[in-house]
């Protein structure tokens, strides 16, 4: 349910984004606000309290929802929904986050395996893209096993984890129609490099972040490319074992950093631990 909520709350927050009035006015947008609110005090809440009890953090959602609700009521600023559904947006799904340990630490199959970091990045991929999610723990837990004879997978289940990422924020259709759009020599679809930077400019970011974000791209799709060239070329695979998971960890590097962006998780790469 908490899943449902923040995919929703997602598609609402792009609605507005898509607007250019300052204010919102229209009942449809107002209305929307409202069964939002509806579904997380009468679906979500009940959930989350059967699994956290009254935790401290619901009380803050919980006057979050509320003010947004007071929003719907009268005639307020687009950029004051938007602040709100970022704060929504980011307490919902440490909120689930927390649930998801705890299940864990009840016996369930949760994400108390995985560092911080790693932690807020799967909840949203979860919540986001289910097998996004799967892949990127998949890799994480190839990584972890030390008796792997090949990591020419794991390489690919974090390049998955990407790819169907950019496939769902950036539909080749929306990034082909956008003004001035070409595709890449050889390609008859919008590259990774491509999708990438329809997000951040569609969220306004600047020509210099942009350009760092695809260049991470094109790090990752190099080293993939790499990766499986060598490993096939390698004559002795027990030699160069070590080399190629070490290898795979930048990768892993390389698609956090891009995946924290795109998915505006606050909290900063640099903390998620090499394995």
């Not at 539909?171 to 129609?177: F, G, I, L, M, S």
Request: with cysteine; charged share 25%; glycine share 6%.
């Amino acid at each position: 349910m908490v899943q449902e909520l923040l995919v929703a709350l997602g598609a609402f927050q792009n609605r507005l984004k898509s607007r250019s009035s300052v204010n919102v006015n229209d009942r449809e947008t107002k209305s929307t606000a409202i069964a939002l609110a509806t579904s997380y005090f009468n679906d979500v809440r009940p959930r989350l309290v059967d699994i956290l009890g009254e935790h401290q953090n619901l009380c803050k959602q919980d006057q979050a929802w509320q003010e947004l609700v007071r929003l719907a009521h009268a005639n307020n600023q687009r950029r004051t929904y938007l602040k709100l559904i970022k704060t929504l947006a980011a307490r919902l799904r440490e909120l689930s986050v927390q649930s998801l340990v705890r299940t864990t630490d009840d016996g369930g199959h949760g994400l108390s395996d995985l560092v911080p970091a790693e932690t807020g990045l799967v909840a949203t991929l979860e919540a986001l893209l289910p097998t996004a999610a799967a892949s990127y723990r998949q890799g994480i837990r190839d990584l972890r096993d030390k008796e792997r004879l090949s990591y020419r997978g794991t390489a690919s289940e974090f390049r998955e984890a990407l790819r169907e990422t950019l496939d769902h924020l950036a539909p080749d259709a929306e990034v082909a129609k956008q003004p001035g759009f070409k595709y890449e020599n050889g390609q008859t679809q919008p590259t990774m490099r491509q999708k990438t930077r329809f997000v951040l400019l569609c969220r306004g970011r600047n020509k210099t972040q942009t350009a760092v974000a695809e260049k991470t791209i094109g790090v990752v799709e190099g080293l993939a490319g790499e990766l499986l060239r060598a490993t096939y070329n390698r004559a002795s695979l027990a030699t160069h074992l070590e080399t190629t998971r070490a290898e795979v960890i930048r990768i892993k590097r390389y698609v956090d950093t891009v995946l924290f962006e795109l998915l505006e998780i606050p909290e900063p790469p640099s903390t998620l631990a090499s394995r």
